[in-house]
Structure formats: structure tokens, C-alpha cells
């Protein structure tokens, strides 16, 4: 019984001593693999003064270049993989922080600046105040020559309630016959030129701020054929008007497109102080531009015209035809206006044309009435070109444009019935 005493007695204490030396020995693995890992790496302080030294240098980075992996010997951690790739350099404050590869991007892809250091070229992120920049808006400082006045208004047309809103917003560099301008805005809609409506009077100032609104009720139906008239008036000492200028502003489909508000500006134009010819007559501009061989025409109105009215609901357009050796090349027609004998059209046409045909090229401008039925008639027409075809106001028109290329030439011109060309 003594015996086996003694065998479990030894037995126990052996087991204990075998787990105390297995215990032992791996602390003094783990310490040995310690010791190796954060063995100090061979010319690690060279490394780091030449990162410090190149850091205080102002030299241009290498885009593509690579330092080889260092580690500074006051480091208590191992670099996780995630983190590799990277190096590191010292702060001011005697610390050390790691740096991304290629910290310095390519030198072509930095904005420019006038210093040459290094910090400041290496700035990134930076935001560019010159790209934010609205454009400088110059429609109230830059004024042509000759110019009466400009007058800004808004147009806005609601198509539920019919009805045409009108703001009438302000006017600048109006050109006064006495020494101070006292001015007001009376509003038509064309072709009634009977009814109109009428803003405050300005007191004293040639550019007034006026900020009205106006209401005219108008069908859909016809809206688009409509057009708005703004004449300015200064108003003198003894309540007289003066007519200053005036805006004729066709309303078209895209004009009044979306139900939405839109500011407008016009220069205003003098008033024709002639009569209309016997048969009316037909304002335009002519342009054309050598280096595109492009001939342009610009159908601005129509006035005095001498419509057919016994024939029911009547519309106006323009046809306007190229020539050449009095043979027809191409045909183009404006937007019909309704019932007015002074309409107005502001639409533009482009004819492809060679220089070298220009001597026996011609342009045919023909007013044409629409009746009911779908029947037409040709209330006159304009006919502009060489020596060859025209003379007097028509050749003038013709030889200021070839003389003014790229440049928009305005004439007003007498229709004649087709019998008399």
C-alpha cells in the first residue's frame, strides 16, 4: 500500500515538472522569435537622414520613382500587409509618420504656380476660382453706335387661362431731345393697333426702371400671330410725346414654349417717317459670308400692304427665291401672319452660293396672300442682285452687302406688282 503511494506521489509531481520545463521552453521560444523579428535592419539611419535631408531640399518629385522599404528603429509593430507599400518619414516634431508611394504627382498634371518650392507644388485639391466664374454680363454697358435706347421686358403666356403676361422690366441709354428724358412705354398687340396699355411716367432719368405688368387676353389660336409693339415716349414740359424708338417683338411657338417667364432685350429702332409705297413695302437684311460661300437673308416686315379682305380670313408670308441666270435654284418660305397689313417676321434663310456666281446670282422676295380655300395671291415682290438684273436701291442693297462681307445689310424696299418688273 506504501508503495503505490509513493508511484502516484512521484508520478504527479513528474507530470508537474514536465508542464513547468514545456511552459518554460515556450516562453523562451517566443521571447527568441521576438528578438528576431524586431531585429534592427542594416542601414536604416542612413535611410532616414537622406529621407529628412531630401524632405528639406526643393527638388521636383520622381513620379515613378520607389524607395526601398525602411523602418525607423524607434518602431514597436510590425507593418500589417494592408499597410505595405509604404514608407516613412520624419515630422518636425521628432516623430514619425508613414507616406504613401508617389506623395508628389507628376509635375504636368499640377496647376501652375510662381513659386518653385516644393511644398507648393505639391499642392493638391487646390480649387480654381476662375472656372466659377459667371460670364461678365455687358448688355448694359456695351452700346453700339447710333444706338436710341435698349429696353429689357419679360414674356410669359399662360395657356389654361389665355392670357399674356407682359413685364415690362427697364430701359437704358435712351437718347432724350432735350437735356433730361421723362419717359413712358405704351404696348400694342398687333395687328390692333387701336387699344394699348401704358406705364408710368419717368421722371428725369434716361435709364428708368419701370418693373410693371401688363395682361393681355389672347386665344391660343392666334397668339402666335400676334405681335408685341413697345413704343417709348419722352414725355416734355407741355405733357407732348416724342416718339423715341420702338420694339416689335413677334411672338413665336418657341418664344412662348414651357409656360415659363423669359427676359428679353431689344434696341429700339427709329420709326419710318416715309410712307408706305403704293403697293407696300418689304424690310430685310442681306449678309454673306466668303469663307462658308453662304448667302443669308433676314425677312424683318412688311408694311402698308394691300390686302385682298373680301375674301374671308386672310395670312401673309414671304417667299424668298435664289436665282441664277433668271433660273430657279432653291425656294424658301416664312411663317404665315395673320390678317395684318403690317406684319412682322424676323426669321432667317441661308442659300449656299459660290462667289463665283454672286455676278449672275439674284434674290426674289414675294409677298403672297393666303384666302380661304387654299387659294394665294401675289400682292408684290422685291428683286435684288447684280447690274445685270436691278438698279437703284435694289443694286445698292446688293453691292453694300458684297462690300460688308460677314456684315447684315438693313434696307426697306418698294413692292412692285409682277407686270411691272
Sequence with gaps: MAEQLALVIGGTIGGLLLLLLIGASCCLWRRFCATLTYEELPGTPAMASAAASSGQQDRPCQPHARTQLSRPPDVPFVVPPSLQGRDWVPLHSGEWTHAPWDSCPASELLPHTPSGGLGDACMVGAINPELYKFP????????????????????????????????????????????????????????????????????????????????????????????????????DRQRKHQLLGQVLFPLKNETLAGDCRRVIWRDLEAESLEPPSEFGDLQFCLSYNDYLSRLTVVVLRARGLQLQEDRGIVSVFVKVSLMNHNKFVKCKKTSAVLGSINPVYNETFSFKADATELDTASLSLTVVQNTEGDKSQQLGRVVVGPYMYTRGRELEHWDEMLSKPKELVKRWHALCRITEL
Design 136 to 235: 461678365e454680363d455687358k448688355s448694359e454697358t456695351d452700346f453700339p453706335a447710333g444706338c436710341l435706347g435698349r429696353l429689357w421686358f419679360s414674356v410669359e403666356y399662360e395657356q389654361e387661362a389665355e392670357r399674356l403676361l407682359v413685364g415690362l422690366i427697364k430701359a437704358r441709354h435712351l437718347q432724350a431731345p432735350s437735356e433730361t428724358c421723362s419717359p413712358l412705354v405704351k404696348l400694342y398687340l398687333l395687328p390692333d393697333e387701336r387699344r394699348f396699355l401704358q406705364s408710368k411716367t419717368k421722371r428725369k432719368t434716361s435709364n428708368p426702371q419701370f418693373d410693371e405688368h401688363f395682361i393681355f387676353q389672347v386665344s391660343s389660336k392666334t397668339v402666335t400671330q400676334r405681335v408685341l409693339k413697345f413704343s417709348v415716349y419722352h414725355v
